[in-house]
């Protein structure tokens, strides 16, 4: 596709659930990142992987998170147990995996554990 | 580790006029990127402009530009002419040091335009 594209675009579930949130990153980019941003607040790093390297986990918030990725393609974001501090916009962005390239993001999953 | 401050919480600037959203870096590797994204209230990222810590020339990408000044840490965006549509959030983020692939962002200016 032309863009990086998530899904759901909105997940609704009750404290406790888990849940996968998806990205499928550009086509070519090795590099691809998740992040969270809370409602009025900036963006916060949760996880990067490049190419076949382990991945960047130092800003996942606890052992409730976890992702995936398989070679260069899908990656898959887990939240087990959500809590409601979970609430949030998930952003997922992809990028050539050099440090002047810019990340191109996602429109996100927003979402709300009730 | 690296850190952004934005300090203007809101901006506002008139039709056709030019707008300096500011935005200051902290860090202590030599090599570094500044990246300037916008997001409009419908929560995409828009990728506006990169500046590269060893580049020589502000950078520019048609109304947008980055007035660079690294003695001071500061990597401010200019927008000129602006537009209506440029009404949205402005996040700073820099890259660099041992940290190389995450984006460390600011809080972000929210940019109002009126008529």
């Known amino acids: 596709g032309a863009g990086v594209s998530q899904s759901p675009s909105n997940k609704v579930t009750e404290k406790g659930k888990d849940v996968e949130l998806r990205c499928d990153p550009i086509?070519?980019?090795?590099?691809l990142y998740w992040y969270r941003q809370r409602l009025g607040q900036g963006l916060e790093f949760l996880i990067y992987?490049?190419?076949?390297?382990?991945?960047?986990k130092s800003g996942l918030p606890s052992d409730r998170f976890s992702a995936e990725r398989t070679g260069e393609s899908v990656s898959t974001l887990t939240i087990q147990r959500t809590q409601q501090e979970d609430s949030a916009v998930y952003l997922c962005?992809?990028?050539?995996?050099?440090?002047?390239?810019?990340?191109?993001f996602g429109d996100g999953t927003r979402l709300s554990i009730l | 580790a690296q850190k952004i401050t934005q300090t203007q919480p809101g901006m506002f600037v008139q039709e056709k006029e030019a707008v300096t959203l500011d935005c200051t870096y902290d860090?202590?590797?030599?090599?570094?990127?500044l990246f300037w994204y916008k997001q409009p209230s419908s929560g995409e990222m828009i990728f506006l402009i990169y500046?590269?810590?060893?580049?020589?020339q502000n950078a520019t990408e048609g109304r947008y530009s980055l007035n660079f000044q690294k003695a001071r840490k500061s990597a401010n965006l200019v927008i000129s002419a602006s537009q209506l549509g440029d009404s949205a959030m402005y996040f700073c983020?820099?890259?660099?040091?041992?940290?190389?692939?995450?984006?460390?962002f600011g809080r972000g200016t929210q940019l109002t335009v009126w008529p």
């Open positions: 500046q590269g810590s060893y580049d020589q």
């Open positions: 086509s070519g980019h090795t590099a």
């Open positions: 983020a820099m890259n660099g040091g041992s940290t190389l692939g995450r984006l460390y």
């Open positions: 962005a992809s990028s050539r995996g050099l440090p002047n390239q810019p990340q191109h």
């Open positions: 860090t202590s590797d030599p090599s570094y990127g």
């Open positions: 992987f490049q190419g076949n390297s382990a991945p960047d």
